[in-house]
């Protein structure tokens, strides 16, 4: 029976309060390993604590919570379609990695 997050889930939920971030930069801001920072965002998104963006420009995925996913959608459904059309799916994939990485 869980007793609800650990610490570093709870040290995690804090600082994406604040804003969206990277694996990296989250177990940086977090105190923890970035293996255990994985460990923890895996556990989360299971519970529908945290929302995945994307992959960052470090090689992680960045991160926020669920209520402010919606400030850091980047293309509406139509438009993504468009965009993948025209640029090709590498390209696409390239492109909106950057993108998350700016956000």
Known sequence: MSRGPGR???AILDVLSVAALDTFTLS???GTSQE???RALR???RAGRVTWLGFAG???GKWCLPE???LYDVWPEASRRKLEGVLGRRS???FRR???TCL
């Open 8 to 10: 570093v889930q709870r």
């Open 68 to 70: 402010d996913a919606a």
């Open 36 to 38: 255990s920072t994985r």
């Open 28 to 30: 940086l801001h977090a």
């Open 58 to 60: 470090r090689g992680g």
């Open 92 to 94: 696409f994939a390239s």
């Open 98 to 100: 950057m993108m998350v």
């Open 43 to 45: 556990s989360l998104r």
